[in-house]
């Protein structure tokens, strides 16, 4: 168990480095978070990176990451394709 959470957190921190290289943050606001399902929906602008204008979108998350976040909160945010799934890599409250 122990190795399954250094490598998951390894993961989050080598894809935050990535993202904070070269991917541009996007502005939203969450409107849900699913714990049970690591699910948050986010009322977004245009994420650049994935060719997609403004709308409300629903992202996987990795465990952890909505810590201290709460519907309603405006967030930077980068999100991108993780095994095929629309996915927030790397998110900050505003």
Same mark, same amino acid.
């Given at each position: 168990m122990k190795l399954i959470y250094a490598l998951t957190l390894g993961l989050m921190t080598a894809?935050?480095?990535?993202?904070?290289?070269?991917?541009p943050q996007s502005q939203g606001t969450i409107t849900k978070i699913d714990t049970k399902w690591k699910k948050v929906t986010i009322d977004h602008g245009p994420l650049e990176n994935l060719d997609m204008p403004a709308m409300k979108m629903v992202f996987g998350y990795a465990d952890g990451m909505m810590d201290g976040l709460t519907e309603g909160t405006k967030v930077l945010f980068v999100a991108g394709r993780v095994n095929g799934k629309l *996915?927030?890599?790397?998110? *900050?409250?505003e």
């Open positions: 894809t935050a480095a990535l993202a904070q290289e070269g991917m *996915t927030v890599t790397e998110i *900050t409250a």
